[in-house]
């Protein structure tokens, strides 16, 4: 133990030394180390025009080696002819009533025309909507779906009175799905007939090509698509129209992503002007652990499997390397130019100027020439007070002059003479004690000199030590500390906080795992009124997806026939996830060569006796018939045109189901695992995949990674708590404080309705660092106060940094207030609330609850003690 607290106590010392001098370093060089802080910030500012926007929320938001991400490739690549959609919705205004009605189908006439009729310049060549959509290479036309679909888009078919007729008369055209894309019907309602009687919303969907020859005139064609709708928008709510659209484009949920993060200057101008003004009034002090431990916090945080967390992190990191930087240097070399302002008497805001001598300097320049005279008297006078010369010596250094600075040096050569003397004198007497001999008045009168020179240094420096304490100190000290270690109050504070933790340790095992599509996107967004439909209408019935049959699957084969209809029969049973399906190529074509009259001579598996014959009997024939020939529109099987080999005929194919209520983060999450676990176990190589299902890839890993984060963090501050608070018992305090902030945020995010995703993910990873901000002050002054019991050392501690760090929690509160005052999207003011609870949490056990635990169970020793030790150990040598 002594030699760990020895080694702590060198590195300290030597950690000093080498940071003093490289200050003095800068200080003695401001005008090099002020070139070198230029280029390096030319330098950084360099780094604005290569810096790049990520929008994409699966890139922010979802670990990029997860299983939903390598499909998501998979499945894109395969299918990359696939279109982009732009897509429009009508309602009513207000929401909720039938817009099958005349009014209704004429607007959507009418957004169809300017679809349509859209055009963009681009390099002086125009292009319009008929230049740039997905032409189906079976109709040769645009591809389009919706409600006009039953006028084939020809207003001049429409008829009023036959709107409920035509709709009803098409052939299995109306399911009960959400969103039907051939119909464009949403919240469908139905007589016993079974006839469609009311909705709540069409719909219209236009397919564009995203080939890459097209993709840059598609993005402005996109671009101006918004912005014409936006206008037709906002125009009908002004006219308090009967309809409302709603409207999507491919690229939106990245456009609008990008607006909110694209956060106003004026938020940040703010918040510098509120951090400014409270540092103006008050000094803040800085402490190396604090500044260390927040680097390795956020350090940590890059191995998050997040990148908005990675990304966070390491910003963070870069912005702590600098702070420590313009620390050491930018500060240095001002408080350099300061010091020279103010020895050559220049104004301090017009440094051009030099100020003119006043008075007061007039009279104390006579002062101290006056007490130089003194002094020299006192050299030439050995019967003077050599007391009096050193207090005026000393007073004289203040001075700043070179004569005082001698003088000084002359009174301690005569205090040390005297002092020498008295000392002879006191010996004398100690070896030869005489009752009757003149030494001993002498001893009595030098010792009563030496006791009343001690009590008037003594109280002249406590009246100087209760000068230097300003008002908030004082109070700290003489009224705060005081009340707070009470040994009643000191209890109640314990049994409220120790409460209060086993309370969020209940509420923090409520938490759940989630991520709000709608919180990245801005408050106005056009989209926010789009997922809000698609929750009303889409999530009681659940969702589509895919189960993606991969490469070198055998489907001429018993074997392989047996193992797909097993696991589309393992999927059709599952009334746990799945609320309907199979929409099955597959089957549907075993169906179509049992009935059809010239189908292929079918073996006792009800398979093509010639395995050529099942692939060109499905080509030829089957996907060719009206009855199944959306499978081909759909794509839901991709042949390999050029394989001549019979095993490869298919390159992949898809089946497809729809999910029940998922509307729940938990069943999302046991879904996922669920299927996938069927198709692991499946004979046949497949997967499942839907695109939204990213989100509980997310899910399922985000409070794991939390909480390995933070448990690493709290491990890094601990082993650094070690090294600079010198005692285990101190650094075991800060890390209970850290553990116990830590579970009251998590309790926090349940009272806040709030959930575990990667921005709150950030936020308790911070909560670390933050949490030794505010407690490593007071326990690195209380470790090297040299109070001589724990009470004693926990008032010098509270008094001595007390306010740098209130101060310092309140310029973060102050300095955060913008952003929740203009914050554009929820996200930002999630990200606010959690840091708020975090400071006043931080606040509250760093200036409450900790000053109360150090006062019972603080280490006794401090540097002081260890210092004196050594001094002892040496003199004994």
Known sequence: MVRWTKFCKIFEEKLGEKLSKFSGIVYDHPYLFLLIVIIGILVSIGGFYFQETENDITKMYVPQDAPILVNERYFNKKWDFLPKFEVMWLTSNPRGNNVITKESIDMMFEIDKKVKELEITYNNKQYGYYDLCYVN????????????????????????DKILEVINGQKNIVTSQCLDKLTGIMGIQKNDQNQVISAKMLYLNYAMDQKDENIKYLEKWESKFIDEFLKLKNQLEKDNSKQNIIFQSSSSINIEVGKATASSPITYVIGYILMGLLLWLTIATSIVITTLTDLVVLLIGLSSPFDAVVYFCGYGSCCIFFVI???????????????????????AFLICMRTKSTNLLKKKKIINKKKSIDVEMSDSDPNSNSTSDYETGSENTTSGSDTGSNKKINSDTNIRDSMNSNSDIIEKKRTNPDPDSDSNSTLDSVTDSITDSKEKNTKKKKDFNKLKLDFFQRFLKEKYVPFILNKKVSIFIIIIFLGYFGVSIYFATQVEEGFDKTSV?????????????????????????????????????KDTKNDLLKLIDDFRHNEKWVSRGPYSWYEDYLNYLQ???????LDSDGLPVNPDEFYSYLQDSFLQNPDYIHYKLASDIIFNENENDINKQIEVSRLIFYSTDLSQTNDQVDFMFDVRDITTDSEINCFVYNAFYYLSEQYSIVKQSTLMSVGFAILAVLLLAFIFFIYPTNAILIILTIIMIDVDLYGFLWLMGLTIEPVSSICLIMSVGFAVDYSAHIIHCYTTSKGKTRKEKVIQSITKIGSSVLLGGLTTFFGLTPIILFATSEIFRTLVKILYATIVSGLLHGFVFLPVVLRFLGAKGSISDIKQKEDENNQTK
Request: aromatic share 16%; charged share 25%; glycine share 4%.
């Open 325 to 347: 930087f313009f620390q050491f240097t930018l500060f240095i070399i001002m408080l350099s130019f300061e010091a020279k302002r103010i020895h050559n008497q220049r104004n």
């Open 595 to 601: 009935t059809e009259d010239d189908a292929p001579t």
């Open 521 to 557: 996107l801005p408050d106005d967004s056009y989209l926010q009124e789009m997922f809000e439909v698609m929750d009303i209408y889409c999530n009681p019935t659940g969702e589509g997806f895919y189960i993606v049959i991969k490469e070198d699957t055998k489907y001429h084969e």
């Open 137 to 160: 290479y079976i109709t040769k036309k645009c591809e389009t779906n919706g409600i006009l679909n039953f006028w084939n888009s020809d207003p001049s078919l429409f008829e009023e």
